[in-house]
Structure formats: structure tokens, C-alpha cells
């Protein structure tokens, strides 16, 4: 069969053909194969024509089928190699199995053996006694420990044979061949051996060879050695030769150790050290470090060296108005560099020794006993030369300084830094510091000191103040003088006290200096018996009190920091005995003396008394105050921890601030005396005329002479009373003097006949008085009291309806207490009147 312009082709065309790569193909995908199939199965002149032939599926069913049968024959292909591979896993499954429970087998065979070998060690006699963990006796550390026994004893009869050969080697030969040999190979276990071997072979050479030793262990009698008949006497002395190679073992090593502090070789240190240690103790290796250190070479040469401190600093050290300059530089210089070199130095002894607390115990103690101290000991006799004062501020200045350094030393904890020191080295720092300041604190060394110093500086302060008071006139001798004397004993020796000092031969010329200045007194006053005081040198200065209480409380303070806990209330006991003797007795009391003198001398005088030694209470109650504030607050707190002590105190204080106020209120009570007797005797030279004038003439006058002269009397007086005290002292003051005056000026109306114009007078007088007495701090009841004067002017110059009405309101007791007039006192003033006898005045006193 032919197409249209093509050629013939077969009836059953052959279809597509097919592989398994076609299909095993990762990018073979269903659906592009089968349409593929059908693009193919048209032929292609025919897939455009206008008449397309029926679908022929026999070439694509022969193709199926080849497929298929392909197919088939993959798949029994592929099954019987699954079924080969699925033989091959069992047969190894079953393989791994066996050898699985094989070596179960041989585990437990293991651990069984195991087991029963454990059992058998740990119990040799088949007793069961517990678990394994408790049962007694491990043979394998038995074993061990008699392994280790034959060692040792191996060891030691290599060791006792080469002692015999060494020993045979000396005595016979005189030489060490075979120790030396051991030496010659270095490193630290061999030295220690030749050590030990030494020191034996010596001990050896004690008991064998009496001869190089002499008289100590024995003597040759009878061919008798050590008590062994026919022992062999060595033949060559072995003293000298051990002697000799243990001083060349022991430089060598003190060598090497030198050479590697040098070169900071801690390791080499550490290993010389040990060796030393165990050679003669390590006291050689301790002193070669610390001896030889470069700190102690340097320093030897500075010690020598004198003390050359600005004298500007030393004269402020002297000067007891100055604040200390703190401790001497050079022995601050040398504070400041042992805190570097302890801490530096503690690093490399902790790296260079096993036992280096020891040996920081011995530099602390070379630090402390030769350089701090032998410069402190410079430094205080330095200041002794200056003056006592100076000498107690260097001491304190430099136990300050000093502790500093000892605390910092602590905290930083040397060869435990960081960590503080060891309970060791800080008990040893402690006993340092201690015995640095012992000979200048033992017994009472030290307080007395600081009684001696205050004492030098109040009896130069109070020098002119002595002098002017022994030089001033005394008062007759009585009672009053009596009660002085005890003052003026104290003041006569405080005087010869600073005489005494001034000329002795012990005193410097800068703490002579010193004591001429605070005194005020020049150095070219040769006779110091008639130096010139000038009244101001005999008051009493609060000034002058607060530099002696300065002063107390520089050595109070100084007397806490340097001396014992349990001695501090003894020592202030001290200086509290020194301030009531000197401030309280001399000072203070010496000026209430002074002034209960011209008090009572005045008591009885002439002419107006002179009230000028009122102001120099004042200072005298402002300085007992300032010092009782002191001793309560400060000296006695102190010594709370001693109560005898205390209670002591106490009573010495009270004692003392009670004779002060008793002299105080002496004076107050003279003062009062020696004013109310200057008014009584004022009053007593009222002219009779001056109530009763001729004419009114008087008038014109504001007060009489008399009151004019007693009031401007009373104004001084009550000036210079407010300038002394105050507050309820000044009142009491007042109250007791207004009261005695109003007594003087009731007895005196009493005396004068008084006519109008008088009575016009005695009413100015009266008004003139009460503003007086008024001047002084009076109480409320005191006032009253003197206003109640007004009512004797009233009294004379009232009429009789007048009289008659205040007669109405007379008191039935004492005038005083009532503040009113009594009958008696209101009856004796109004018959005084010049018109007494009149009907009008005669009728009011007959009512009464």
C-alpha cells in the first residue's frame, strides 16, 4: 500500500524500544512517557492531513507487552538477590550472637576470679566478718609496708656500710674521697646526705677517737678506750678533718646561697636552706641573710650619724604653747623604709626558706633591736638635751609612728599577704614594740615625767604671780590669816620649786629659755628674788588657766596612748592631785585670799572702802568652773575602771571645789559686811537738820548728803558685784544686802524728828535708796520687802484721814516677813512727826 507522494511501509510497523535505564532514570516521570507513546503512535505525514485514520493501539500493545515482560524478569531478578542478602544477615545476626554470649561468659568468669582473689586477700582465714569495706587486715598494704621496711633497712645497710667506709677512710687517711665524691655530683639530695654523714661520722669520731677530742667522753687508762679493753685508736686526728669538710660543705653552701639571692634564684635559696637546715639547724643560712642584707649595711652607717634636726623644730618641740612637729624625720625616714623592706623581704623569705617564719622572726627582731632602735634611743637623748617637754613629745611622736608601722605590718600580713600575719609573727611584733618602750614606761618612769614636766611649766607661769602675792602686805595675823596659811606655804614652794629648777645644773639652756619666757622673766635678771611685779601680775588671767588646762590635756592625752590600761587610773590620779595643788590651791585660792584680806581688812574702816577686789572672783569662779568641768568629764571617766581609785578622786575633788566656794562665800559675806558698815556708819552722820529745816530752802535738793553720798557708794558697789557673779548667785548677793540695808534705814527714821519740808526729803531719800537697791538682780519677795520703804516717806507726809486709812492695814508680825509695817514700827515713825501732838494725828494713834 502506497500514501500520496510517499513511499510504501510495513503493515505492523515495530513500536519504540525500552531498557531499565530508561525507567531507573531519575528524571523519568510518568506522564511525559506515556505522551510521549502517543505522540508516536500517529505517524507523522499523517498528524496534519485534513482526514485523520483511526488509532491503531497493536504497536502499542506490543510494546506493553515487551515491557511487561521485561519487567517481569527485573522482579524475579531483584527478588532472589533479597532473598541472597536476607540469608547473609541472618547468618551474621546469628554469628554476632554468639560471640555476644562468649564474652558474657568470659566477664563473669573475670569478675568471679576477681572477686574470689579480693576475697582471699582481705580475709587469709576464710572468715565471713562483714562486708569488704569492714573487714580487717589488707594483705596488699601489709605487703606494701614490709616491702617498704626491707627498703629501709636495704637502704640503711647501704647507708651503715658506706658510714663504716667513710669512717675507715678518715681514720686511717685522714681524707673523705668517697664523701667529697657524693658532693662533687651537686643537687640538693646529695648535699643533704653529705650532711648527714658528716654530723655521723662526728658523732662517731666523739665516741672512737678520745684523743682529738680530749677529756669529754673518756680517757685512755690501761690501754682502756671508752671502757673497751684493746680498741683501736684512729690514726689520724678525724676532729680536724671533719671539722674542716663540714666548714667547706657548709661555705660552699652558704656560697651558692648568696650567689642565687643575687640572682633571685628562689628555687636554689630553697634547696640551700633545706640542706643547712637539716646540717646545723639553718642558723648559719638565717644569719648570712639577715646580717649581710643591704638594709642593715646601709644603715649602720646612718646610725652613727648625729641627730641634726632644724633647730626651729626643736624649739617648737620645747615650746609648750605650740603643737608638736610630729616624730624627728630621720627616724621617719627610717619607719617609712623598713615597712618597704618587711614587705618586700618577707616575699623572697617565704620563696627561699621552708621555715620562713622563723627566719622572719629573726629579721624582725635584728629590724627592731638594732636599727629603729638605736636611732629612737638618738632621737630621745637628743630631746632630753632640748627639755622634758620635748623629750615626752619625741617619745609619744615616735611610739605613734611606730605602732602605725606595726599595724600596717599586721594588716598586710608579710609572708601571709594577703592575708593578715600569722598569730606567730604578730605576738613577736607586739613584743617588739614593747620592748622598744619598756625602759622609758617601767614602773612610774614614765607619769612622773609628765608630773615633772607640768609642774616646771605651772610654777614658771605662776613665777610673778608667787612673787607678787608674797610681796603684799598681809593682813593683822587672826583667824583669817590662819586659814590662808596653808595657801601661801604651797605658793611660797612652788615659788622656791622654779628657783630651784632655774638654777640647777641638769637644766638645758633651751628648757631654761623656755621657762624664763613663759614666766616673763628676762635672763639677764640676776637675782630673780627681786624681780618687779606689777599689780596686773597678781590677778587671777582665765587666759593663763586655759594654757595650764591645755597643757594638762596634751599629757592626758599622751599619758592614755603611751602608758598601761591598767595603770591609767593611778596616772591621772596624779595629775589630778597636780591640778588641785597647783591650779586649784596656788592659783585660784591664793586670789580668794588675797581678796577675803582687803575684804576684812575694810570691814571696820574710816574711810569708804575700796571695792576693787571684787572683779578678781569672777576669774576665780570661771576657772574652778572650767576646771571641775574638766575633771568630771575627762580624769575621772577615766579612772571608772579602779573604783578606790575613783571614789579617792572624787572625794580629793569635791574637798578641793568646797574650800574654793567656801572662800568665795567668805568673801561674798565680808563684801556685805564691809558695805553694810559703811552704810551704817554713813547713816550714822546724818545732819538732824536735814529732816527737820528751817525754811524750804531744801527743797531744791533731789536727796540729801547723805543718801546721795551712800547711794553713789551702793551704785560702785553693785557694778563691780555684777561684774564678779550672776545669776542666782548675784541675787542671793542682792537679796541679803538689800535686806540689811533696809533694816539700817528703818532704825534710822527712827532717829529724827521730822517736820513737812523733812518729810518731803526723807521721801526722796527713801525713792533714791529703793532704785539703788533695785540695781542688783532682786527676787519678786525681795522687792516687796524694799519697796515697802516707800511707806515711811508716805507716813510723814500724809494727813491724818490718810494715816488713819493705812493704819487699818498694819501687820501683827515682823515688818520683814508680813512686807507690811507693824503697829509698833507705824506708831514710832508718825510720833516722829513734828505735828504729832496735833488732835488730828493724836486721835489716829489712839485707834491703833
Known amino acids: 500500500m502506497e500514501r500520496n507522494g510517499s513511499g510504501s511501509r510495513a503493515l505492523f510497523p515495530k513500536g519504540p524500544s525500552f531498557t531499565l535505564e530508561d525507567f531507573s532514570n531519575k528524571d523519568f516521570i510518568v506522564r511525559d512517557f506515556v505522551d510521549s507513546l502517543a505522540d508516536n503512535a500517529v505517524p507523522v505525514n499523517r498528524r496534519s492531513g485534513p482526514a485523520q485514520q483511526a488509532f491503531d493501539p497493536k504497536p502499542l500493545i506490543r510494546s506493553f507487552e515487551n515491557a511487561l515482560q521485561g519487567l517481569g524478569m527485573l522482579s524475579e531478578e531483584l527478588q532472589q538477590k533479597e532473598s541472597e542478602l536476607m540469608t547473609e544477615v541472618r547468618r551474621a545476626e546469628i554469628q554476632h550472637d554468639q560471640t555476644l554470649d562468649t564474652l558474657g561468659r568470659k566477664l563473669d568468669q573475670s569478675i568471679d576470679s576477681f572477686e574470689a582473689l579480693d576475697l582471699s586477700l582481705n580475709n587469709p ?3 565471713d566478718r562483714g562486708s569488704r569495706g569492714e573487714v580487717g587486715g589488707n594483705i596488699a598494704v601489709q605487703i606494701g609496708e614490709k616491702l617498704e621496711e626491707l627498703d629501709r633497712k636495704r637502704r640503711r645497710a647501704i647507708d651503715a656500710n658506706f658510714l663504716i667506709q667513710c669512717w675507715l677512710e678518715v681514720s686511717e687517711t685522714g681524707e673523705l674521697t668517697s664523701l667529697q665524691d657524693i658532693q662533687r655530683q651537686g643537687g640538693a639530695e646529695n648535699k643533704v646526705r653529705c650532711a648527714v654523714i658528716a654530723h655521723q661520722l662526728m658523732r ?19 690501754g682502756i678506750t671508752n671502757g673497751v679493753a684493746g680498741a683501736t685508736r684512729p690514726t689520724h686526728n678525724t676532729r680536724e678533718v671533719l671539722e674542716k669538710f663540714c666548714e667547706t660543705l657548709e661555705q660552699d653552701l652558704l656560697k651558692q646561697f648568696n650567689n642565687s639571692y643575687r640572682k633571685q634564684n628562689f628555687e636554689d635559696m630553697m634547696e640551700c636552706s633545706k640542706v643547712l637546715h637539716d646540717f646545723n639547724g639553718g642558723s648559719s643560712v638565717i644569719a648570712v641573710f639577715v646580717n649581710q642584707h643591704q638594709f642593715f649595711i646601709d644603715r649602720d652607717q646612718l646610725i652613727s650619724e648625729e641627730v641634726t634636726t632644724d633647730g626651729d623644730v626643736w624649739e617648737q618641740l620645747a615650746d609648750p604653747d605650740s603643737d608638736p612637729p610630729g616624730v624627728e624625720p630621720s627616724l621617719q625616714s627610717l619607719v617609712d623604709e623598713v615597712r618597704i623592706v618587711m614587705q618586700e623581704e618577707s616575699f623572697i623569705i617565704k620563696r627561699a626558706f621552708p621555715y620562713y617564719e622563723t627566719v622572719l622572726v629573726k629579721f624582725i627582731q635584728r629590724v627592731f633591736q638594732q636599727s629603729v632602735q638605736q636611732r629612737l634611743e ?20 615616735s611610739r605613734n609612728y611606730i605602732s602605725a608601722l606595726i599595724e600596717d605590718l599586721k594588716s598586710h600580713g608579710l609572708t601571709e599577704h594577703p592575708e593578715p600575719c600569722s598569730a606567730q609573727i604578730s605576738q613577736n611584733l607586739d613584743q617588739q614594740m614593747e620592748e622598744l618602750f619598756v625602759p622609758y614606761m617601767v614602773g612610774n618612769a614614765y607619769i612622773e615625767r609628765e608630773k615633772r614636766s607640768l609642774e616646771e611649766l605651772y610654777n614658771s607661769l605662776l613665777f610673778k604671780y608667787n612673787i607678787y602675792h608674797s610681796r603684799r602686805k598681809k593682813a593683822p595675823t587672826g583667824f583669817m590669816a590662819s586659814l590662808a596659811q596653808q595657801g601661801s606655804q604651797l605658793m611660797a614652794s612652788a615659788k622656791d620649786a622654779y628657783l630651784e629648777r632655774l638654777e640647777s645644773s641638769e637644766l638645758t639652756a633651751t628648757q631654761k629659755a623656755m621657762m624664763l619666757k613663759v614666766a616673763g622673766v628676762s635672763e639677764t635678771d640676776n637675782n630673780k628674788n627681786d624681780i618687779e611685779v606689777t599689780e596686773q601680775d597678781g590677778v587671777l588671767s582665765t587666759a593663763n588657766a586655759k594654757r595650764m588646762m591645755t597643757w594638762l590635756a596634751e599629757s592626758v592625752r599622751r599619758t592614755l596612748e603611751l602608758g598601761s590600761q591598767s595603770e591609767t587610773p593611778k596616772d591621772v590620779a596624779i595629775l589630778l592631785n597636780l591640778l588641785m595643788t597647783s591650779m586649784g590651791q596656788v592659783y585660784v585660792e591664793t586670789a580668794l585670799d588675797a581678796a577675803l584680806e582687803k575684804s576684812t581688812a575694810q570691814e571696820n574702816i574710816k574711810t569708804e572702802p575700796d571695792l576693787s577686789y571684787l572683779p578678781s572672783v569672777r576669774p576665780a569662779v570661771i576657772i574652778t568652773s572650767i576646771m571641775l568641768r574638766f575633771i568630771t568629764t575627762v580624769l575621772i571617766r577615766l579612772a571608772e575602771s579602779n573604783t578606790t581609785v575613783r571614789r579617792s578622786m572624787e572625794a580629793q575633788t569635791k574637798m578641793g571645789i568646797e574650800s574654793i566656794e567656801k572662800k568665795t562665800n567668805n568673801v561674798m559675806k565680808s563684801t556685805i559686811d564691809v558695805i553694810v558698815n559703811w552704810v551704817a556708819k554713813s547713816l550714822a552722820g546724818q545732819k538732824k537738820i536735814d529732816f527737820a529745816p528751817k525754811d524750804d530752802s531744801v527743797l531744791e535738793l533731789n536727796q540729801t548728803a547723805t543718801c546721795t553720798a551712800i547711794c553713789l557708794f551702793l551704785s560702785r558697789a553693785a557694778t563691780l558685784t555684777s561684774q564678779t557673779i550672776d545669776g542666782a548667785n548675784l541675787e542671793a548677793f542682792g537679796g541679803e544686802l538689800a535686806l540689811a540695808i533696809q533694816r539700817l534705814l528703818f532704825d534710822h527714821y527712827k532717829k529724827f524728828k521730822i517736820n513737812a519740808a523733812g518729810g518731803l526729803m526723807v521721801t526722796k531719800d527713801i525713792a533714791k535708796y529703793v532704785a539703788t537697791l533695785k540695781q542688783w538682780s532682786l527676787s519678786k519677795d525681795m522687792e516687796a520687802t524694799v519697796d515697802m520703804l516707800t511707806e515711811i516717806g508716805y507716813l510723814f507726809i500724809i494727813g491724818p484721814e490718810a494715816l488713819r486709812e493705812r493704819g487699818r492695814n498694819l501687820a501683827t508680825g515682823p515688818s520683814v516677813a508680813s ?30
Open 819 to 848: 512686807k507690811r509695817l507693824v503697829k509698833a514700827d507705824f506708831k514710832t515713825f508718825v510720833q516722829n512727826r513734828e505735828d504729832s501732838r496735833s488732835v488730828g494725828i493724836q486721835s489716829v494713834l489712839s485707834s491703833l
Open 204 to 222: 662517731i669520731s666523739q665516741r672512737l677517737d678520745l684523743v682529738a677530742w680530749g677529756p669529754i667522753n673518756g680517757l685512755y687508762r690501761n
Open 378 to 397: 638618738n632621737v630621745l637623748e637628743k630631746a632630753d638635751t632640748i627639755s622634758s617637754l620635748a623629750f615626752l613629745r619625741s617619745l609619744h611622736a
Open 125 to 127: 582465714d576464710g572468715n
